[in-house]
């Protein structure tokens, strides 16, 4: 029997998932330019980090992403563009974070995207991807999304995935700017996967 951190360990693993359209690569600096590429104001504005403006502040929002400061910890991804060759395009990160395997539950997040990419599918099949994993391969019970009230594009991007809005949080982080975020919570659990699984297939394969 595996013990609590190496439980924890395997939850967080570094794994590249592909699907069609997306392949999520274990984030590094490697990924830096390209995410700076792609950033811009409109990405950012919700965000609770700042937008990155030369390359050492990438490489620095980087090191954050993949340094585990956050509570429960997080696993980040860059999401690479595979569409049009096997190479790729840096098209945005999401992450888990939240990594409880005692509740056999984690957090998707920390998620953006260049502008070119909205509504494309590729943030839909990278969701699909790390639903699969959560679900299927760690055997997590819940999976939750949190995102600001502002956020309205955010929200219908989670309810289109087929995750239930739970409920807000008030008062619940400081944004960039000193106000305090409202946040709403979503969750889908492995009751509800099955159907979500099959949906989401069909969308986005058929």
């Known amino acids: 029997m595996l013990d609590s951190k190496a439980t924890q360990e395997m939850w967080a693993e570094p794994v590249t998932l592909?699907?069609?359209?997306?392949?999520?690569?274990?984030?590094?600096?490697?990924?830096?330019?390209g995410l700076l590429e792609i950033a811009d104001?409109?990405?950012?504005?919700?965000?609770?980090?700042?937008?990155?403006?030369d390359l050492p502040e990438a490489r620095r929002m980087v090191d954050k992403m993949v340094d585990g400061s956050v509570r429960g910890g997080r696993m980040c991804w860059a999401?690479?563009?595979?569409?049009?060759?096997?190479?790729?395009?840096?098209a945005g990160t999401t992450s888990y974070y939240e990594?409880?395997?005692?509740?056999?539950?984690?957090?998707?997040?920390?998620?953006?995207?260049?502008r070119n990419w909205w509504r494309t599918g590729l943030n839909a099949e990278a969701k699909l991807l790390l639903l699969r994993r959560a679900f299927e391969d760690l055997g997590a019970v819940r999976v939750?999304?949190?995102?600001?009230?502002?956020?309205?594009?955010?929200?219908?991007?989670?309810?289109?995935?087929?995750?239930?809005?739970?409920?807000?949080?008030?008062?619940?982080k400081l944004r960039p700017d000193g106000t305090w975020r409202d946040t709403v919570q979503f969750a889908m659990t492995?009751?509800?996967w099955p159907a979500v699984r099959d949906r989401l297939t069909d969308t986005l394969y058929s």
């Open 190 to 192: 492995d009751e509800d």
């Open 99 to 114: 990594i409880y395997p005692e509740s056999r539950s984690v957090a998707i997040g920390f998620t953006w995207l260049g």
């Open 41 to 53: 104001d409109e990405v950012f504005q919700h965000l609770s980090s700042g937008r990155p403006n």
């Open 79 to 90: 999401q690479i563009d595979i569409r049009d060759s096997g190479v790729g395009t840096v």
């Open 18 to 33: 592909a699907g069609k359209y997306v392949r999520l690569e274990p984030m590094g600096t490697q990924h830096a330019a």
């Open 144 to 172: 939750f999304w949190q995102t600001d009230i502002r956020n309205t594009r955010s929200q219908d991007a989670i309810a289109r995935l087929g995750a239930d809005r739970e409920g807000v949080l008030r008062k619940h």
